[in-house]
């Protein structure tokens, strides 16, 4: 059974822990096959091969748990996302996991699949947020409106956007530690209006409309002290003519809207090369 999970963006913007965008690369690719023992085998960026602590297995053995299923797998992951990187890394061979074995299985029940991959999710992060697994399984945008029961609202949309990745890491686990408990009710306000505003004009397929929406106050403002690259990268993709631009997930990797997406994606690169970090980009598509 071979099946692939796409890398997303998490947040979107305002969206904290809620929106989600499934891109169409990069993207894990998982195989998995019956066995008498458990075995993990790694192909692409580095990520642990012990069935313990590899987040696809992981998520895997939860599901079989909770069919009660006694069996044993052989698991071959072709790991195109890199880890550590703000694109759902962790969620994609999360949710890859626990697919390849419910498809081996037969199981076709969404909640259960998604259950088990946050199993995974956690293991990686910290904690069992559920915006990148939603958008890898759903495809296209995804409002997360409730984890259990599962509860998604998915809006067809088809985009093109940049995306840059700094050689940089930001561990998902520190950049959650970070963030307060409580927000200012003003600053709850603020998001409400861009998530709200942000939502209609994406239903809209206006994507100049909703670049200008993906300010964020419940998260970013708080997580600056690990970006503190962000203000000047932004400026850069701003000033290059980007309609709107942002983290993706708890970063490093930020995002771009716009028209000309390369000129935008190489200025963002050489803003993180002003500020001593290498970085890449590339243009990829709504998944
Ligand atoms: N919503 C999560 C966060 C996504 O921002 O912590 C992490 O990938």
Same mark, same amino acid.
Do not use: Q
């Given at each position: 059974?071979? &099946?692939?999970?796409?890398?997303?963006?998490?947040?979107? =913007?305002?969206?904290?822990?809620?929106?989600?965008?499934?891109?169409?690369? /990069?993207?894990?690719?998982? !195989?998995?096959?019956?066995?008498?023992? &458990?075995? #993990?085998? $790694?192909?692409?960026?580095? &990520? /642990? +091969?012990?069935?313990?602590?590899?987040?696809?297995?992981?998520?895997?053995?939860?599901?079989?748990?909770?069919? !009660?299923?006694?069996?044993?797998?052989?698991?071959?992951?072709?790991?195109?996302?890199?880890?550590?990187?703000?694109?759902?890394?962790?969620?994609?061979? %999360?949710?890859?996991? %626990?697919?390849?074995?419910?498809?081996?299985?037969?199981?076709?029940?969404?909640?259960?699949?998604?259950?088990?991959?946050? +199993?995974?999710?956690?293991?990686?992060?910290?904690?069992?947020?559920?915006?990148?697994?939603?958008? @890898?399984?759903?495809?296209?945008?995804?409002?997360?409106?409730?984890?259990?029961?599962?509860?998604?609202?998915?809006?067809? #949309? @088809?985009? !093109?956007? $940049?995306? #840059?990745? /700094?050689?940089?890491?930001?561990?998902?686990?520190?950049?959650?530690?970070?963030?307060?408990?409580?927000?200012?009710?003003?600053?709850?306000?603020?998001?409400?209006?861009?998530?709200?505003?942000?939502?209609?004009?994406?239903?809209?397929?206006?994507? +100049?409309?909703?670049?200008?929406?993906?300010?964020?106050?419940?998260?970013?403002?708080?997580?600056? /002290?690990?970006?503190?690259?962000?203000?000047?990268?932004?400026? %850069?993709?701003? +000033?290059?003519?980007?309609?709107?631009? @942002?983290?993706?997930?708890?970063?490093?990797?930020?995002? %771009?809207?716009?028209?000309?997406? =390369?000129?935008?994606? !190489?200025?963002? #690169?050489?803003?993180?090369?002003?500020?001593?970090?290498?970085?890449?980009?590339?243009?990829?598509?709504?998944?």
């Amino acid at each position: 059974m071979k &099946v692939s999970a796409p890398a997303t963006i998490a947040n979107f =913007g305002p969206g904290f822990d809620v929106f989600g965008l499934c891109l169409d690369e /990069p993207r894990d690719v998982i !195989k998995v096959k019956e066995s008498d023992e &458990v075995m #993990v085998e $790694v192909e692409g960026f580095n &990520v /642990p +091969e012990d069935p313990e602590k590899n987040v696809a297995s992981i998520s895997a053995l939860a599901l079989l748990k909770m069919l !009660k299923a006694e069996m044993g797998f052989r698991m071959k992951i072709i790991k195109g996302i890199r880890p550590k990187s703000g694109l759902g890394s962790s969620g994609a061979s %999360a949710l890859g996991g %626990a697919l390849a074995l419910a498809k081996l299985l037969g199981v076709e029940n969404r909640e259960l699949i998604i259950k088990a991959a946050l +199993e995974g999710e956690k293991a990686a992060s910290g904690s069992a947020h559920g915006d990148n697994i939603v958008p @890898s399984l759903f495809g296209g945008f995804t409002i997360l409106k409730s984890l259990s029961p599962l509860e998604v609202f998915k809006l067809d #949309v @088809s985009f !093109k956007l $940049v995306i #840059v990745l /700094p050689k940089v890491e930001v561990s998902t686990k520190r950049a959650r530690a970070v963030l307060p408990r409580y927000v200012p009710l003003s600053d709850a306000v603020r998001n409400l209006a861009l998530a709200s505003a942000l939502i209609s004009a994406l239903k809209e397929g206006d994507i +100049e409309k909703a670049g200008k929406l993906l300010d964020d106050y419940l998260a970013i403002p708080y997580r600056k /002290p690990l970006i503190p690259w962000f203000d000047n990268v932004r400026r %850069a993709a701003l +000033e290059s003519g980007a309609y709107g631009v @942002s983290l993706s997930g708890s970063g490093p990797a930020m995002f %771009a809207l716009g028209e000309d997406l =390369g000129d935008i994606g !190489k200025a963002m #690169v050489e803003a993180f090369e002003n500020e001593g970090i290498g970085a890449e980009y590339f243009i990829t598509k709504v998944g």
